[in-house]
């Protein structure tokens, strides 16, 4: 694929002409009980943001500021999530970040159907801010990119959509969209989770996978999603339906473009960091990357920062010093408002307000926001939900048949534990 952004015209006229459509409307059911009151991208992530804030910051930061936040499932928890710390963008300069929610808005009056149908339901709206390019994101992946540089290569090729896509193992590979592409970036095959997918050039154990990041041309894409909602068996997805029937129609001129051209890295970490947080393993194991001495997604990066919504509150605590009762936390996170109190923390991340008790043990566990651990409580592999109340002298992490008949444990033992579990646990 070609790797180069040398466009020779106006780059920040082009991003003014850009809309970005994140698309938030999803469930994300395997990540079981943690979306049974919100929708995924509001799941809280990395101790004081939520997964959201990645694709809204990475618009921000790359000159991306006309975004539509697409939302369907329920969407209470983002929809405030978003007034209360996105707004800071200027209307009268065309800059903004607005809320679509769900509305039938077609002649169907069906709820969203697909990633494509939710574009083609809200095309009216689309039009209303005269756009050149369409820039669609998914709202639940953790990641850091420069999307002015993936607008870059889809203007020097002249494409009709350019589709992001990270190397992947030829076995992770089987979980995606696969692109089959030439030297020159054409893309020529685009096969959905394939048990052969087709492979890099010269790299027959490395596979190009899509990441769900296009960037079309307006006017192409309206056409595409216009025809489609008039012809018998209707594109309702771009991964399953749009991308592979443009290949097989050889309609338009679809690019590919290589996360590693614009991924912000970590300067200490070579490796393009991109996470689809989309089940509770793969969760957990996001947020313990964080904890790493040296982490491919560093935080402390100042020059491409993750922006939220946060609350005022007071710095991390930790008290009482005395042998046996000590508050402790090595190789943790430990967020603003948290109270250590004579408990030991090791490897884990501590959410805003989180508190351990005394005695208590938290390791290689993610503690959401608001959620007290009482004390001598033991806790190991765990994800806590938010506003946990969890009881004195609960032990999880050590024995895998009982973990999993009290609350929920994956294949790969993390247990998630929840409030509504704890109070039937309490009877």
Sequence with gaps: MVNSFDVGFDMNAALRATLALILAGGRGSRLMNLTENQAKPAVPFGGKFRIIDFPLSNCINSGVRRISVVTQYKAHQLIRHVQNGWGF???ELGEFVELWPAQQQTDAQSWYLGTANSVYQNIAIMREHY????????????Y???????????LKQEADLTVSCIDVSVEAAKGFGVVGAGADGVIEAFVEKPSDPPTIAG?????????GIYMFRAKFLYDVLERSAREAGAWDDFGKDVIPGLIARKEGRVIAHRFEDSCVKN??????YWRDVGTLDAYWEAQMD???VTPSLDLYERGWPIWTYHGQRPPAKFVFDHDGRRGIAVDSLVSSG???SGATVRRSLMSTDAVAHSFSLIEDTVVLPGTHIGRHARLRRAVVDQ?????????????????AARFYRTDKGVTLITAAMLEKLAG
């Design 338 to 340: 948290c109270v250590i």
């Design 387 to 403: 506003d946990c109340r969890v009881p004195e002298g609960l032990v999880v992490g050590e024995d895998p048949a009982a973990d």
């Design 203 to 211: 790299r027959p154990d490395r596979a190009y996978a899509s990441m």
């Design 290 to 292: 964080l904890v790493a």
């Design 131 to 142: 756009p050149q390019h369409v820039l669609i994101l998914a709202g639940d992946h953790i």
């Design 89 to 91: 963008l200027r209307g």
């Design 267 to 272: 300067p200490n970490n070579a490796e393009p």
């Design 144 to 154: 850091r990119q420069d999307y002015s540089r993936l607008l870059a290569q889809h």
